[in-house]
């Protein structure tokens, strides 16, 4: 059986590398199959690199197999982004543990604390005009830092036949910018796109292989959050509140906050900061946005294979996927999704809608750069790694 992730990789670093090496000292027969977003992350924002470069990466770095997580499952709330994570990896048929990272290191305590049933608790903490986080922090009187509650949710949704795996975070922190040799993704990040990134620092904390393709993506222009200012633009201004009203998440007279707030902002951050409260974090607002532009009014709870990248043990993984499971595995969306018949939402299954979701977010994605890049999905194929290559150029010196 083998091993579940649920990841971002945004970029794949040092100390994603150490979580899958201990995970294999633990089951060193195991396959490692990873649940990974895709276009956008959980907190609503464009990924650094595309998903198939960061999946390529994921798998150059110990994963046997990446597969994507639908858009209708990462970018929502952690309770959702653990439960949609969850939902598919167990509908693999293949996977009997969840690896997951947290910043306590007391598995029985996070169990202990997972089991409180704080969901009414939670409401009433969040009427007050606080967000999820802070009232989770408040009710379980621990620093609910972003990986322990992850952490608790992945419990809470985890079903019998999933065993967990903690696996201790090291090195800096999620909102820690400092370069070390286990950075944040987010120090990163913040580094790469700075006007003269300091390269030599951040290549203590990534591949060869990953320094080598944000040189590249920086030297080509890194995709841009801002370039969402102006199709947003439009859209508000030529979209009712009442249509605005159905969008996912559009409650509580959002929508003419958002109305209010577009009539004066500058930019894109602006707009995101005039909407940002105690109650509604920039994540929130970040994501809100996204269901705006792409029209999102629901979602299916209906999950596929959408295949990123293998190498050999994933492949015969892949098989076995196909024999236990029922999901649809797609490795060519035109066998799907045609172009064709890409605006016929209709008649799709519910499947293919979020199929189709998760083409427009990469479309969306594909447009935040000078130079517009869109229905990669239909040419883009899974990437497949040989064996003897694994891990050849991804050296990492571990704390």
């Known amino acids: 059986m083998a091993v579940g992730i649920i990841a971002e990789y945004n970029p794949f670093h040092s100390g994603h590398a150490y979580q899958i090496s201990e995970v294999k000292k633990i089951c060193p027969q195991a396959e490692i199959v990873v649940a990974m977003s895709g276009s956008f992350t959980q907190r609503g924002e464009p990924a650094i690199l595309d998903k198939w470069t960061r999946a390529n990466l994921a798998v150059e770095g110990g994963a046997d197999l990446v597969i994507e997580l639908p858009f209708c499952s990462v970018v929502r ?6 439960c949609g994570g969850v939902r598919l990896l167990n509908a693999l048929g293949v996977v009997d543990k969840l690896a997951f990272g947290a910043e306590i290191s007391d598995l029985e305590k996070l169990k202990s604390l997972a089991q409180i049933n704080f969901s009414n608790k939670i409401k009433s903490e969040m009427s007050e005009g606080i967000s999820y986080a802070a009232a989770a922090e408040k009710i379980l009187q621990i620093e609910t830092l972003p990986n322990t509650i992850l952490a ?3 419990l809470r949704a985890l079903p019998e036949n999933i065993q967990p795996i903690l696996i ?6 999620y909102a820690d910018l400092t370069l070390q040799e286990i950075s944040s993704a987010s120090a990163i990040r913040n580094e790469v796109y700075k006007k003269n990134p300091a390269w030599e620092k951040i290549s203590k904390s990534i591949s060869a292989k990953t320094l080598q393709t944000l040189q590249s993506e920086k030297n080509s222009g890194l995709v841009r959050e801002d370039f969402l200012f102006l199709p947003l633009m439009q859209k508000i201004f030529s979209t009712s509140t009442d249509y605005a009203k159905n969008i996912f998440g559009m409650v509580e007279g959002l929508e003419n906050l958002l109305w209010q707030s577009s009539k004066s902002a500058k ?3 602006n707009l995101v900061s005039k909407m940002t409260s105690k109650r509604y974090q920039t994540s929130r607002i970040k994501r809100l946005l996204l269901y705006f532009l792409l029209n999102v009014t629901e979602f299916e709870v209906a999950d596929y294979v959408r295949v990123l990248a293998f190498n050999q ?3 015969f993984l892949l098989k076995k996927i196909s024999q236990l499971s029922n999901l649809p595995i797609v490795t060519k969306v035109t066998k799907h999704l045609t172009e064709k018949n890409f605006l016929q939402k209709n008649f799709y299954t519910n499947y293919q809608k979020n199929l189709a979701l998760d083409i427009s977010a990469t479309n969306l ?8 890049k869109i229905f990669s999905d239909y040419t883009t194929s899974p990437i497949k790694q040989d064996s003897c290559n694994l891990q050849q150029n991804a050296t990492y010196n571990f704390c």
């Open 365 to 372: 994605r594909g447009l935040l750069f000078a130079t517009p």
């Open 267 to 269: 930019n894109f951050s």
């Open 313 to 315: 043990r994933g492949q």
């Open 152 to 154: 608790l949710e992945y």
């Open 168 to 173: 201790q975070r090291v090195g800096a922190g």
């Open 77 to 82: 709330s952690a309770q959702d982004f653990a």
